[in-house]
């Protein structure tokens, strides 16, 4: 492979023993790996890294593609949020709707009993 500055990756002095110290290259390679050690400058990486970052945003304004938009049947849209208004049978609502009736039944029963327990408390008092 061509590396920038033409320098020779199996040389591990740099390109024709320049001297270069091998803390400014890095070896990238996977542990266990049989395919030969790509190596790369630190200098090398921010350059690259901004020309991917450069054409990453242009993917990314361009949203999906056409052919994405276009593959995407909406045909039985319809029928799929008609069928989840039914997930929960009538029944079970008419149920639920009897039992929210009841609690609210139940709970003036209750607040009445207090009403009620209160004023035996302060006709108690007052007989004490």
């Given at each position: 492979?061509?590396?920038?500055?033409?320098?020779?990756?199996?040389?591990?002095?740099?390109?024709?023993?320049n001297?270069?110290?091998?803390?400014?290259?890095?070896?990238?390679?996977?542990?266990?790996?049989?395919v030969?050690?790509?190596?790369?400058?630190?200098?090398?990486?921010?350059?690259?890294?901004?020309?991917?970052?450069?054409?990453?945003?242009?993917?990314?304004?361009?949203?999906?593609?056409?052919?994405?938009?276009?593959?995407?049947?909406?045909?039985?849209d319809?029928?799929y949020?008609?069928?989840?208004t039914?997930?929960?049978?009538?029944?079970?609502?008419?149920?639920?709707?009897?039992?929210?009736?009841?609690?609210?039944?139940?709970?003036k029963?209750?607040?009445?009993?207090?009403?009620?327990?209160?004023?035996?408390?302060?006709?108690q008092?007052q007989?004490?």
């Amino acid at each position: 492979q061509d590396i920038p500055g033409g320098e020779d990756p199996t040389d591990p002095a740099g390109a024709g023993g320049n001297g270069r110290s091998h803390s400014r290259r890095d070896e990238l390679q996977a542990p266990g790996s049989s395919v030969p050690a790509v190596s790369l400058q630190a200098d090398d990486v921010l350059k690259i890294l901004r020309e991917f970052l450069r054409d990453f945003g242009k993917l990314r304004d361009e949203g999906p593609s056409k052919e994405f938009l276009d593959v995407r049947d909406n045909s039985k849209d319809g029928e799929y949020w008609e069928a989840l208004t039914r997930v929960i049978p009538e029944r079970t609502l008419k149920l639920w709707d009897a039992l929210g009736a009841a609690l609210l039944e139940y709970h003036k029963v209750l607040s009445r009993r207090a009403e009620l327990f209160s004023e035996a408390a302060a006709l108690q008092q007052q007989n004490s």
